[in-house]
């Protein structure tokens, strides 16, 4: 299976910090990588897939970059809606999908 | 709007089956494909499988053996079935749109663009 890998397993940031996330995968994924968040008690959203494409209603302030093993999502401001937890998801093998271990991000 | 809801027992027994069953409403299941994905507590989210239109599927090969699922048109429906249980198949479970945007001259995207709530299962005696 692919293995993804995120970094930090959390964060404390403050409203209106730069907040970067890293997902590593375990092989070469090209572009096929999917950034969800999710609150507590809810179901993940989705927020951008193939590593840069934002879903529509998605705030600008989100973004997605990387291709090949590793990935970064950024938070351009944090607000105050974004404390949550980040989950990416490949989708290069198809027949196994797989989803990193997740970053919360929280209020400092 | 499409939205999903997922149904089931809550709590089920070591070595028993679990059924669940997803319940589109505002399309049909025939247009789309849909996944489970369950996700114990404070754990990562875990693909279980794939339902087409066809009702062909795709499977976790961690839990290929133990899993099925199938489609009830007339109901609209997506139900799940995972047996010999054990604690560790205790999470939230949850019915995806498993989405495949086609862009030109490009492979296909694919996600998971609609969720349901996710319903609780836990496995005990």
């Known amino acids: 299976d692919i293995r993804m890998t995120q970094s930090p397993s959390s964060l404390s940031a403050s409203v209106g910090d730069r907040v970067t996330i890293t997902c590593r995968a375990s092989q070469d994924i090209s572009t096929y990588l999917n950034w969800y968040q999710q609150k507590p008690g809810k179901a993940p959203k989705l927020l951008i897939y193939d590593v840069s494409n934002l879903e529509t209603g998605v705030p600008s302030r989100f973004s997605g970059s990387g291709s090949g093993t590793e990935f970064t999502l950024t938070i351009g401001s944090l607000q105050p809606e974004d404390f949550a937890t980040y989950y990416c998801?490949?989708?290069?093998?198809?027949?196994?999908?797989?989803f990193g271990g997740g970053t919360k991000v929280e209020i400092k | 709007q499409v939205q999903l809801q997922e149904s089931g027992p809550g709590r089920v027994k070591p070595s028993e089956a679990l059924s669940l069953t997803c319940t589109v409403s505002g399309g049909s299941i025939s247009s789309s494909f849909w996944s489970w994905i369950r996700q114990p507590a404070g754990e990562r989210l875990e693909w279980i499988g794939r339902?087409?239109?066809?009702?062909?599927?795709n499977f976790n090969p961690s839990l290929q053996s133990r899993v099925a699922m199938s489609l009830d048109t007339s109901k609209n429906q997506i139900s799940l079935t995972l047996t010999s249980l054990t604690a560790a198949d205790t999470a939230v479970y949850y019915c995806?749109?498993?989405?495949?945007?086609?862009?030109?001259?490009?492979?296909?995207?694919?996600?998971?663009?609609?969720w349901g709530r996710g319903t609780l299962v836990s496995v005990s005696s």
């Open positions: 998801q490949q989708y290069d093998n198809l027949l196994e999908l797989t």
């Open positions: 339902i087409y239109p066809t009702g062909s599927t």
């Open positions: 995806a749109r498993d989405l495949e945007r086609r862009p030109p001259k490009k492979r296909s995207f694919w996600y998971f663009d609609l």
